[in-house]
């Protein structure tokens, strides 16, 4: 059985830096593309950030140049690296593994799904 457990989360003022990390249980997780949702009040879920098996990353316009994805295989743990955070950026973030290895960034295509960790960011 898949389980994803997300933590890292917590409230910073805008321009600050959090990382989130992704546990992963159950599976081969390093060989399947692994991404970072986010989901702010009253608006749908949307992609942040992918990576795939071979580490080749891709990223939501409104993260780029702000936010790394990156995974430890060693440690079957996935990161979000997340900088210069701004108060748009206020979500539950969540972490999601799909069973193949093509790219994808709707939610749809993501059979697994973490609990979500809360970040806030202040003005």
């Known amino acids: 059985q898949v389980q994803l457990v997300e933590s890292g989360g917590g409230s910073v003022q805008a321009g600050g830096s959090l990382r989130l990390s992704c546990a992963a249980y159950?599976?081969?997780?390093?060989?399947?593309?692994m991404a970072w949702f986010r989901q702010a009040p009253g608006k749908e879920r949307e992609g942040v950030a992918g990576?795939?098996?071979?580490?080749?990353?891709n990223y939501a316009d409104s993260v780029k140049g702000r936010f790394t994805i990156s995974k430890d295989n060693a440690k079957n743990t996935l990161y979000l690296q997340m900088n210069s955070l701004k108060p748009e950026d206020t979500a539950v973030y969540y972490c999601?593994?799909?069973?193949?290895?093509?790219?994808?960034?709707?939610?749809?295509?993501?059979?697994?799904w973490g609990q979500g960790t809360q970040v806030t960011v202040s003005s």
């Open positions: 159950g599976y081969f997780w390093s060989l399947y593309y």
């Open positions: 990576i795939d098996g071979n580490g080749k990353s």
């Open positions: 999601a593994v799909r069973r193949v290895t093509i790219a994808a960034m709707e939610p749809a295509d993501f059979a697994y």
